[in-house]
């Protein structure tokens, strides 16, 4: 991965309520969905203005699959869309874009924009964009530890290329996710160990610039421990307890 992008933060998205956004306006879901990228293209343009290296946006899930078919058929349209039509505008802003998740089960045009973006945005230094599709972590951490040839592979550095791939991303910094639901989905579950966790009510399609910049002044004023203690609770003289 890029250096400078990898000294810069990470931050991954659960974009939530897309269906409830179109059903409270009495709205077929998928049109949820459409007015979602939108929301897409808000926080990828604003990504690199905020200090975010890699952006990961969770857009289909391996559990996905068992919703109704139709909705099923309009997102892998909507994602193939974003593809073919968003690339030039992502190369044109230095955004290199990465699918993560299974392809063999994506439809073949699909898969083929994806490679296509990739190789597009192959140069791309300002944002490394991830899309997760037919995406879930369990199944990303057992294929990573079906590829480990030996003990150099089971340390947490090593274990952590396995799941990257050929790139070199950091873990999650902060993670986001709208419409007020708190749980993780299976998403990133290794990447997340130490990472922020921002909800919001806020609805995916409504989301904008300025609610990622209020995740990221929160996550600003948090205390990063990682299991040890604050800068000042080092320097802190004891307090005796009687
Ligand atoms: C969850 O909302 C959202 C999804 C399953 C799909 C997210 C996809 C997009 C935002 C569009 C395509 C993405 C890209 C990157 C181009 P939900 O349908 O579960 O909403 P609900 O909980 O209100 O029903």
């Not at 969770?58 to 909705?71: H, I, L």
């Not at 193939?80 to 802003?93: D, F, H, N, S, W």
């Not at 996710?177 to 160990?193: H, I, K, P, Y």
Request: hydrophobic fraction near 40%; aromatic fraction near 8%.
């Amino acid at each position: 991965m890029q250096s400078s992008l990898q000294s810069k933060l990470h931050v991954a998205i659960i974009m939530d309520g897309n269906g409830r956004w179109a059903t409270q306006r009495r709205l077929p879901r998928k049109i949820g969905h459409r007015i979602g990228v939108e929301a897409v293209r808000r926080v990828v343009e604003a990504a690199p203005k905020l200090g975010i290296g890699t952006l990961t946006l969770y857009a289909f899930s391996a559990d996905n699959w068992r919703r109704p078919e139709a909705e099923v058929t309009a997102l892998m349209g909507l994602l193939r869309r974003y593809m073919r039509t968003e690339t030039a505008r992502l190369v044109r802003a230095g955004v290199r874009l990465t699918a993560v998740g299974r392809r063999d089960r994506l439809p073949e045009d699909l898969a083929a924009s994806i490679e296509w973006a990739e190789t597009a945005s192959l140069q791309g230094q300002a944002l490394n964009l991830r899309i997760a599709l037919d995406y879930s972590s369990r199944d990303a951490i057992l294929q990573a530890a079906a590829m480990a040839r030996g003990p150099e592979d089971l340390t947490r550095e090593g274990f952590s290329r396995l799941l990257n791939g050929e790139q070199d991303y950091r873990d999650v910094d902060l993670l986001i996710r709208t419409s007020g639901e708190q749980r993780l989905s299976d998403f990133l579950l290794w990447e997340c160990a130490y990472s922020e966790l921002h909800f919001t009510d806020r609805l995916w399609p409504d989301f904008g610039a300025e609610d990622l910049e209020t995740a990221l002044e929160e996550f600003h004023g948090r205390d990063r421990r990682f299991g040890g203690l604050v800068e000042s609770e080092e320097r802190a003289p004891a307090v005796a307890v009687s």
